[in-house]
């Protein structure tokens, strides 16, 4: 069946530098979706990716789309204690139904 | 700005009992989902619905699962016969268009409990 996966499962940055979450599916996807979810909190939308090999910008957050819409990558940069979180992916085959991926746990140090 | 309200916060019930979760999806939204998160683990499709009926489900919604909309503001999400692995985070969400195309607004969750 359809499986997600994100990598790496947990990211202990220092704050100010980097860092990337890797999402992949088994399957083509129509779109993608990007949620960060704070410790003992829901779901908080971020991004939505559409078209093959789309880049999106949101301040310091870049979203990323494969050529092939099988993969995705979330990218920070010169990340901040308030980007702790785990950060997750939520691909649309087709339909109403989002498989979310297993989540990139981020902790920054400061 | 308009949220996704959903009681109770925490429900504790014996296994075998039915359960019933609630949510209030944001007003104008058409679009209405669950998903549960058994704690630490990913966040896990269960259903979505739209126009008065089920549009899509997972593996995990067999008969023991059952949404309704019984009016005009709120969206149910009943457990039959409860057992202990029920026991995670339920997740209402709602979106103004279907397909991946509008953004999921995610409720603060009903953590269920079963003993």
């Known amino acids: 069946g359809q499986q997600v996966m994100q990598i790496p499962q947990y990211q202990h940055v220092q704050e100010g530098e980097d860092f990337t979450t890797y999402c992949n599916s088994s399957?083509?996807?129509?779109?993608i979706q990007w949620y960060k979810q704070r410790p003992g909190g829901h779901p908080v939308f971020l991004i939505q990716l559409v078209k093959s090999g789309e880049v999106k910008k949101q301040k310091r957050l870049t979203f990323q789309f494969g050529e092939a819409k099988k993969n995705s990558s979330l990218h920070i940069t010169a990340t901040q204690t308030t980007d702790v979180g785990t950060y997750f992916c939520a691909g649309n085959p087709a339909g109403n139904q989002f498989y979310f991926g297993t989540g990139t746990s981020l902790t920054v140090i400061p | 700005e308009p949220e996704v309200t959903q009681t109770p916060s925490h429900q504790v019930t014996q296994m075998g009992q039915e359960v019933i979760l609630r949510c209030v999806p944001i007003?104008?939204?058409?679009?209405f989902y669950w998903y549960r998160q058994i704690l630490g683990q990913k966040v896990e499709f269960l259903v979505s619905?739209?126009?008065?009926?089920?549009?899509?489900k997972s593996e995990i919604f067999d008969d023991q699962f059952s949404v309704e909309r019984p009016d005009g503001s709120n969206f149910t999400l009943k457990i039959r016969s409860t057992k202990l692995e029920d026991s995670a985070m339920y997740f209402c969400a709602s979106s103004a268009g279907g397909a991946g195309n509008q953004p999921q607004h995610f409720g603060d969750g009903t953590r269920l409990s079963i003993l």
């Open positions: 399957t083509t996807l129509s779109n």
């Open positions: 619905f739209y126009n008065n009926e089920i549009s899509e």
């Open positions: 007003s104008n939204h058409l679009y």
